[in-house]
């Protein structure tokens, strides 16, 4: 749960969605995608989506990400409208860092680059850009690689750079559509790890699409479960587990009890 949940006041919401759909396609020939009646992501919370491939993970994300529109419904981001209609509203969206999958350097840019390259589209002074790139840099522990191409990182550090890319102006929100699918299994508990502390050190509010479940249990505060298309929330776990958890709170019972739980459900629904 959020972690200032030891104080009074309610901790407001992030992100909020009313009755939100989305169907892709000529009438017709359309696909029903997604179907959320009611989800709340509150401030500093850490949520992770799950579910069957095709059931509108991916939908989900880039409709809060401001990259498509709902078909119906409503959508606010730190209490703003993100959609009037069709139109986006740039001022919820600048609130939002996105990470997905591949890293999507640009390769004709440094790393320190494309770190930056948000900030410059801003107009970000060139002075405040180089200071920014370092912080940044050291924040995600690629300190010292940002003359190189990305050509030159490994995966892991691609990943690295694309989160402090995310992180450069300062959003709210980081969305992260299976960040570290393709990275080896060491490389992905380490990624694991490092996340959770930038998270500590942050605050951000963190929505995370996997497909691994026990990747979801460690990192979440609440994982919520989708079902197939159109995708629906089926369930919702809160994780109980202190901060900042360990690699080795996976081998105790209760966590390995929750994954499970979780494994049968997606099995029953898939
Ligand atoms: N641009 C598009 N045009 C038409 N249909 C689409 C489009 N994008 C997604 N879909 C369909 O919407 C459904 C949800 O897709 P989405 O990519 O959101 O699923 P997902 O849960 O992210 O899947 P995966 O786990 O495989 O990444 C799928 O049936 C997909 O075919
Ligand atoms: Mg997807």
Request: aromatic share 6%.
């Amino acid at each position: 749960m959020p972690r200032n949940n030891l104080t009074a006041a309610p901790v407001p919401a992030a992100i909020c969605l009313e009755q939100v759909d989305k169907w892709y396609g000529e009438f017709g020939q359309q696909v029903h995608a997604l179907d959320v009646t009611d989800l709340e992501v509150l401030q500093g919370e850490f949520v992770v989506l799950l579910g069957p491939s095709g059931c509108g993970k991916t939908t989900l994300l880039r409709m809060i990400g401001g990259l498509i529109a709902p078909s119906h419904g409503r959508l606010r981001v730190m209490e703003r409208d993100l959609w009037k209609g069709k139109t986006r509203q740039s001022d919820a969206v600048a609130d939002l860092g996105v990470v997905f999958q591949d890293a999507n350097l640009f390769p004709w840019l440094t790393v320190g680059q494309n770190i930056t390259l948000p900030l410059e589209l801003r107009g970000a002074p060139k002075d405040d850009c180089l200071a920014r790139v370092r912080e940044l840099a050291s924040l995600v522990g690629i300190a010292g690689f940002e003359q190189r191409w990305p050509r030159e990182l490994s995966g892991g550090m691609r990943q690295r750079a694309a989160i402090a890319r995310a992180l450069s102006y300062d959003p709210d929100i980081l969305l992260m559509d299976e960040p570290f699918g393709a990275l080896d299994a060491m490389t992905r508990d380490a990624m694991n790890i490092e996340l959770q502390t930038l998270w500590i050190k942050t605050a951000k509010t963190i929505v995370l699409v996997t497909h691994s479940i026990s990747e979801a249990v460690f990192l979440a505060d609440r994982v919520i479960l989708l079902s197939p298309r159109p995708g629906r929330i089926d369930t919702v776990v809160n994780i109980p587990f202190a901060r900042p958890r360990l690699l080795d709170t996976q081998t105790t019972t209760e966590f390995q009890s929750i994954v499970r739980d979780l494994r049968h459900r997606l099995d029953e629904i898939s």
